[in-house]
């Protein structure tokens, strides 16, 4: 087989996806030590040594991209346009391991190990000719911060494996980060610094996956929490649900959600397609995880699915077959319950654009019903700084909105080229001020809290820009 890359006299082989259970360290609960630089293994003199950059990608399909968004979206579309080729959305794309573990090996033992950085490469690396490994694994650190993207798989006969975390699986499962490995070899010694693009590997969901996730972390001004580790199922839906009108207990019955653990994919309930295909639902599903390892108080309730069969058509899901008719874009909720939602949605756009854009691209998974009687088939493209004002021009009822409206306001909160944009630690601060002065969650809730949060001066130009983007949305209202 022919090398798939070169760089100079570097000679690079073809990617392989590595067993689940070939994982020295198990790579599963409480399995991997931290990950240290260990230094350079004593290789000769530096004379006798070239100096290596690694970089490589995830592969990653999506159904929903080259739609306009900045990110997770390698360009394809515009060198496909400007060779005059028509353009499929799936094309297949790579994206830059952001931060994922990885381990450089050679005869004489690991090279460095350690988190590659934003751009998906190591740091500069002096190695003598030789034969080396560079595997890659779905464990993304940045900071003090962790993405572990695990899948679950059958144990194989006489091999240990590490047991999966989901509770009461019906049979038993193992778990593994996915590795990928890439042989190399360096023939010789140069002067200059040498930059290998090490090929994606095979695609997986949990390469998809890590592809979002590793963009999330890349966000500036991301909210996660320092000293916290996000655990994900790549391959494996909701752990467990038991059906209220039969009694029937599923385990791993829904495409996707996100909790303490986001799970998504392959749901034994029913005949559910994975959801690691649509990036915009990987990252509203990472938007609701970091919810809840935030302020786990917001999803609190569970939420008032569905919306009400008293609701005039447009402010209900009927419509809908490409999920469940539980909410959509336009469906008329309890505030906090569109809140849930649309923080998600607000969440997976700032993942896919750039802060400061004043049209940013969301794209949502489930059919739209617009006023033109139109069902609109997903991916439903919409700006998400917009204003659509959906419950006040459809069916406006006290302390009701909908996850459109929703989206709306808080990414007009965040994001955008007007001045005095908030923060995602004053965002929470206005949270926290709503839970500790149990305020109701609603719009006046709400408006009161950051009134609060910013020192109760109706002046206070950021509570201006709050209180604005609370009418501008519609999210606040006089019916
Ligand atoms: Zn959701």
């Known amino acids: 087989m022919p090398p798939s890359a070169t760089a100079g006299d570097i000679v690079v082989g073809d990617p392989i996806l590595l067993p689940p259970d070939s994982r020295e360290d198990g790579g599963g609960a409480g399995g991997s030590a931290p990950l240290e630089l260990q230094g350079t293994a004593p290789l000769g003199p530096a004379a006798e040594r070239t100096s290596i950059v690694l970089c490589t990608k995830w592969s990653g399909s999506f159904s929903d991209t080259h739609l306009g968004e900045d990110y997770v979206d390698e360009g394809h579309v515009e060198r496909l346009r400007a060779e005059g080729r028509a353009i499929d ?38 190695v003598a000719p030789g034969a080396y490994s560079f595997t890659v694994t779905t464990k993304l650190v940045s900071g ?7 899948k679950v798989f059958e144990p194989t006969p006489g091999k240990s494996c590490t047991p999966t975390r989901i509770s009461n699986p019906p049979k038993r499962w193992c778990e593994s980060n996915d590795s990928v490995m890439t042989s190399f070899t360096v023939q010789n010694v140069t002067r200059d610094v040498r930059r290998v693009d090490v090929p994606a590997g095979p695609e997986t969901p949990s390469s998809r996956v890590a592809s979002v996730a590793g963009q999330v972390l890349a966000t500036p001004d991301r909210g996660l929490k320092s000293n916290d580790t996000y655990t994900i199922y790549a391959n494996s839906g909701c752990p467990y649900y038991k059906d209220p009108s039969t009694g029937v207990v ?54 008032d699915y569905p919306p009400a069969a008293s609701a005039p058509a447009a402010c209900k899901c009927d419509f809908v077959e490409a999920a469940n008719k539980l909410h959509c874009l336009q469906s008329r909720h309890a505030w906090w319950t569109a809140e849930i939602e649309g923080w998600a949605h607000f969440f997976a756009q700032r993942t896919f654009n750039e802060r400061t854009r004043d049209d940013p691209v969301f794209a949502y998974y489930k059919e739209v019903r617009t006023d033109d009687g139109i069902t609109h088939r997903p991916p439903f493209v919409t700006n998400a700084l917009t204003p ?25 909160l965040h994001g955008g080229s007007a001045p005095n944009a908030l923060s995602m630690s004053e965002i929470f601060g206005v949270y926290e001020k709503l839970r500790s002065t149990s305020a109701p969650r609603t719009w006046s ?35």
């Open 144 to 150: 003090t911060t962790t993405y572990d993207i695990y």
């Open 388 to 412: 659509v004002k959906w419950i006040p021009n459809h069916c406006p009822l006290a302390n009701k909105s909908s996850e459109w409206d929703l989206l709306v306001f808080l990414t007009a």
């Open 89 to 126: 959305r799936w094309v297949r794309d790579p994206h830059p391991a952001r931060f994922a573990s990885a381990t450089v090996s050679g005869s004489a033992g690991a090279v460095w190990k350690g988190a590659l950085d934003i751009q998906g490469c190591t740091p500069t690396l002096s």
């Open 250 to 303: 599923w385990y791993n019955w829904d495409e996707a959600c996100g909790g303490s653990t986001a799970y998504f994919g392959l749901s034994q309930a029913a005949d559910h397609h994975d959801m690691t295909t649509v990036k915009y639902v990987i990252a509203h599903e990472l938007g609701h995880q970091m919810q809840t390892h935030q302020a786990s108080w917001m999803l609190s309730g569970g939420g």
């Open 445 to 479: 809730g709400m408006d009161g809290a950051a009134l609060a949060y910013f020192g109760n001066d109706p002046n206070h130009v950021k509570y201006k820009r709050f209180h604005e983007a609370g009418l501008a949305s519609g999210v606040g209202f006089s019916e």
